[in-house]
């Protein structure tokens, strides 16, 4: 594991220095294909590097979910529609920047008192006390009580990488359950951290719904202490959640057999409408006063995507478990990025704590997500009305940015290549990138997807 | 740094309320057993609540609390001080005469531009913003570089300097696994932290000479060649911290052969560029030596104290290759281990930089406004000097005070000296004797001066 200076097996298996030194020689005495075409070797003759140290890094591969906005730029198709990426677009297609983000920036530029110092290692104290907040209610008892320690992180990814890193140094259990389909870089982020990655069943196929049986029981066989990511709300990529009673029932299983809830809350607000009813999954766990780790982000919430905010709460049994966290917090911060960055922080903590701000944010907030669910209901009623095959209703079931058509990756290739769609292999489209004008072009497409391609 | 990995006892079996069974509005018993038993407990809020749940100890009961933070901590101490003589000389963060953080004017400019011009917060690629790549690339290695030239370069947006060592650090274990890691006796605090939780060996090699509160470059050349062939040498551009103390021209010449003889992989943290001889290009000028050598070199830029952009975390990682096709091989690899630490890095100081950088005005007012920060530096390490040399009376040499550059200067004091200014003089330093002269005025040099020849001779 991490610490010390023992070295753990990499995630993709390397050559040892000798086989690296062998190799190297022996492509020197042939003489590397790189020699004839590439003139900067000839440009230095002296270097005792004419064959890399670095030629044994191969190129990876391009991430999947960001792959697609790559091909769709490349694209030179005037129709094209890119649903692959989760940003929000206006119904002009166009990113959106709030204005209440506008507003607080513009009172943060124009303050002449304000520095750029170092925050602290755990990050702005206003931020981290108004991000508990908000996701765990104003008058949460686990915040009366002492017994959150939260810290800003790099939105979403950084939250849970953090939170991943202290538990394979701290706890018992390093096997962690991720729903099945979960969103991509989830598995990537616990392996790295250190922990097994295995999986509960999650998604029916079938019903475009919750395999709720089959959660359970997964859930029930995992071993004792076993960490869980949940999802908060507004599952990815398949917008399916439980319902408060499925929730329910959960925490109930999670409890008795002691499993460590991990949420991951990217979309509160967004996914309802309503700040509050987006985090019920959450506070009911905390309400039980057992323990959980929670990581915030809002890069959709308040449209702040490149600032990466984000937050790691931890909801501990005691003041004092909590503060010895976070002193063991800042040991896994400190190595990876010293302190984070200042900029999102302050325009987050400028509007939660204001209390116009915060209600212009929730109309704001409340705007975008009635938008995607006026998609969701356009474009289950374009499909309704083409008479295309099978039943679309998940379409207005799901909830969130994303929904899960159920298409295969034949039927994806087919509407990229026919009718310039980009969306993920998996057949996700992001509802955010839809828009009244372009809803019949994808209503076409899926139309033809499902009654040509396979 | 030490976060052991602590493993639990087993962990007990609880004993969960059936919730249909029991009423939760009932008192219970309020036995409490010791660490690793069960305990029923009963509080107010549980009784609210529609579900019971057995209370159980907390899975993190064993955590110890981690020591502070060495170098963050003194500001703490510091600020909890209240004697009016009291003087900062622990972070290397940059103060005015009147010793209060500074924001660079034409930063303020770019953060005004940047807001008219009302540019959106989309998501950065992996690798950072491309004017940023460019604009860091072309400042650290001379727009006419032949590694740029030939595209020989993958430059990848870090978090400040911590974050581009830490992501050179994970490609190291990765690629390199065993391959060691040579750095300075002594170096920034955080180094081995860096190279320890990204699971990368590293040893010391001798650079500090107490005896001359200079360089033992004997030493550092002999170990450097006693390192296992491929080793990576930690190098600092300039301004060593926490030393001071920086090889001459002529020394780098020498330590650029040992590293080429050895097929050893020069790393440079290069986190004072322009802020240590008050000139962008001269301090770029090891880093140059040895790309202009055709050598393969990893370099970490950081702007937190050239631009005064501490908390906005920006800096970037450059791996010099031997071909272009190797360099996007290697961008490939620093953007999958970027993904999962924070999918993509912070836009407002990337673009902070590329409108500086990018714009010739500004630029020429970094420049400026760089060498007025490097300057009253340079003024305040020849004040002291001068104040120190009037008063002390024994032939000590203190000139190492001018020789050395940057923000820091090791004065040599021991850790009972360095404890005596703080606890006599309420002078707040780090441990290893190392002050920032960043945070000394002019009018404080005479105190100062007091202060060090007392702990120096009174103190051992």
């Known amino acids: 594991m991490h610490g010390g200076n023992d070295s753990h097996s990499s995630p993709s298996p390397s050559p040892s220095p000798a086989d690296r030194r062998i190799n190297a ?25 004419q064959i890399s140290v670095f030629d044994h890094v191969v190129r990876a591969p391009e991430d999947p979910i960001l792959g697609v906005t790559v091909a769709y730029n490349k694209d030179p198709s005037p129709v094209k529609l890119n649903l692959g990426v989760g940003a929000y677009r206006t119904e002009e ?6 204005n209440v983000v506008r507003k607080a920036e513009q009172m943060l530029v124009n303050d002449r008192s304000r520095v750029k110092e170092y925050l602290p290692i755990v990050g702005l104290a206003d931020f981290n006390k108004l991000s508990a907040k908000l996701i765990l209610g104003a008058d949460s008892p686990a915040i009366q009580d002492n017994r959150v320690t939260t810290v800003q992180c790099l939105s979403g990814t950084g939250s849970l990488r953090v939170g991943a890193e202290f538990l394979a140094r701290h706890y018992h259990q390093h096997t962690i359950y991720i729903p099945q389909p979960t969103w991509g870089n989830h598995v990537k982020i616990f392996g790295l951290a250190g922990l097994a990655v295995k999986t509960y069943r999650y998604y029916d196929p079938a019903t475009r719904g919750l395999n709720f049986r089959g959660l359970l029981e997964d859930l029930g066989s995992a071993p004792s202490g076993a960490i869980v990511l949940l999802h908060a709300c507004a599952h990815n990529p398949t917008g399916v959640d439980p319902t408060a009673q499925e929730w329910e029932q959960i925490r109930q299983l999670m409890r008795l057999k002691a499993l460590l809830p991990f949420f991951d809350s990217a979309y509160q607000g967004f996914a309802s409408g309503n700040l509050d009813a987006d985090a019920q999954s959450i506070r009911m766990f905390v309400r039980d006063g057992g323990e959980c780790l929670v990581a915030q982000s809002y890069a959709k919430n308040m449209g702040l995507y490149g600032e990466r905010v984000g937050a790691l709460s931890m909801v501990c049994r005691s003041a004092d478990v909590a503060s010895r966290v976070e002193s063991q917090l800042k040991l896994v911060i400190r190595p990876m990025y010293s302190n984070p960055p200042i900029h999102g922080a302050s325009i987050v903590a400028t509007i939660l704590k204001d209390r116009a701000m915060f209600q212009e944010w929730e109309v704001e907030l409340k705007a975008m997500a009635d938008r995607i669910i006026s998609m969701r209901k356009q474009l289950f009623d374009a499909l309704r009305s083409r008479g295309t095959p099978g039943d679309w209703s998940h379409i207005i079931k799901q909830i969130g940015m994303f929904t899960f058509t159920g298409l295969n990756s034949t039927q994806v290739a087919f509407m990229t290549k026919e009718y310039h769609i980009y969306l993920t292999s998996d057949g996700r489209i992001s509802m955010a990138g839809l828009s009244s004008r372009t809803v019949p072009h994808l209503a076409d497409a899926i139309h033809a997807a499902v009654t040509k391609a396979a | 740094m030490a976060s052991s990995l602590l493993s639990f006892g087993s962990a007990s079996p609880l004993t969960l ?27 107010k809020s549980f009784t609210r609540t529609s579900m019971a749940v057995a209370v159980e ?7 110890t609390m981690a020591p502070p933070d060495p170098i963050l901590g003194v500001s703490e101490a510091f600020r909890a001080d209240t004697h009016e003589m009291k ?14 953080p500074y924001v660079l004017d034409v930063v303020k400019k770019a953060e005004n531009l940047m807001l008219e011009r009302g540019e959106n917060k989309e998501y950065l690629p992996i690798e950072g913003l491309a004017a940023f790549n460019k604009a860091t690339a072309e400042l650290l290695f001379g727009v006419e570089s032949s590694v740029l030239q030939q595209q020989r370069v993958a430059t990848v947006q870090g978090l400040s300097g911590t974050g581009s060592l830490r992501l050179a650090a994970e490609l190291i274990e990765r690629y390199f696994p065993g391959a060691k890691v040579l750095i300075s006796a002594p170096t920034w605090g955080n180094h081995k932290n860096i190279f320890n939780d990204a699971g990368v060996p590293w040893s010391e090699y001798r650079y500090y000479d107490p005896k001359t509160v200079g360089l033992d470059f004997d030493g550092m050349i002999s170990d450097i060649k006693a390192a296992p062939a491929g080793s990576f040498v930690l190098l600092h551009g300039c301004a060593h911290n926490p030393t001071g103390i920086d090889p001459t021209p ?11 003889e050895k097929n050893h992989i020069p790393f440079f943290d290069v986190a004072y560029q322009g802020f240590a001889s008050g000139s962008l290009d001269e301090d770029a000028s090891s880093v140059r030596l040895f790309a202009d050598r055709g050598m393969e070199l990893l370099v970490a830029q950081s702007y937190s104290k050239n631009l005064g952009l501490y908390s906005e975390r920006i800096g970037a990682i450059n791996v010099v290759c031997s071909s272009s096709e190797v360099a996007q091989r290697v961008k490939s690899q620093l953007k999958r281990i970027a993904r999962p630490m924070y999918s993509n890095p912070p836009i407002h100081g990337a673009r902070i930089v590329a409108n500086v950088v990018g714009s010739p005005d500004l630029f020429n007012e970094w420049k400026e406004e760089m060498a007025l920060m490097a300057g009253r530096i340079k003024s305040v390490r020849q004040k002291l000097y001068d104040s120190i040399t009037s008063k002390e009376k024994t ?12 923000m820091f200067s090791f004065t040599g004091l021991n850790k009972a000296q360095s404890e005596n200014m703080t606890s006599k003089w309420h002078v707040y330093m780090t441990k290893d004797g190392r002050i920032s002269l960043a945070g000394l005025s002019a009018a404080k040099c005479d105190y100062l001066a007091d202060a060090i020849i007392d702990s120096y001779h009174n103190v051992s």
């Open chain 2, 57 to 63: 100890v907390s899975k993190f009961n064993e955590l």
């Open chain 2, 87 to 100: 003087l900062n000389l622990g972070v290397g963060a940059y103060r005015t005469e009147d010793l209060q």
């Open chain 2, 250 to 260: 002529e020394q780098w010449e020498v330590i650029a052969d040992v590293i080429q």
């Open chain 2, 17 to 43: 309320l059936d919730p249909l069974k029991v009423n939760p509005r009932v008192g219970g018993s309020n036995q409490a057993t010791f660490l690793g038993k069960n305990f029923i407990k009963t509080k």
């Open chain 1, 25 to 49: 020689l022996v492509r020197h005495l042939q003489g590397s294909p790189l020699d004839a075409a590439d003139p900067c070797l000839a440009a230095a003759p002296t270097s005792a590097a």
């Open chain 2, 395 to 406: 032939s000590k040499d203190w000139s190492f005070i001018l020789k050395q550059i940057g």
């Open chain 1, 93 to 98: 297609g166009k990113p959106l920047v709030l």
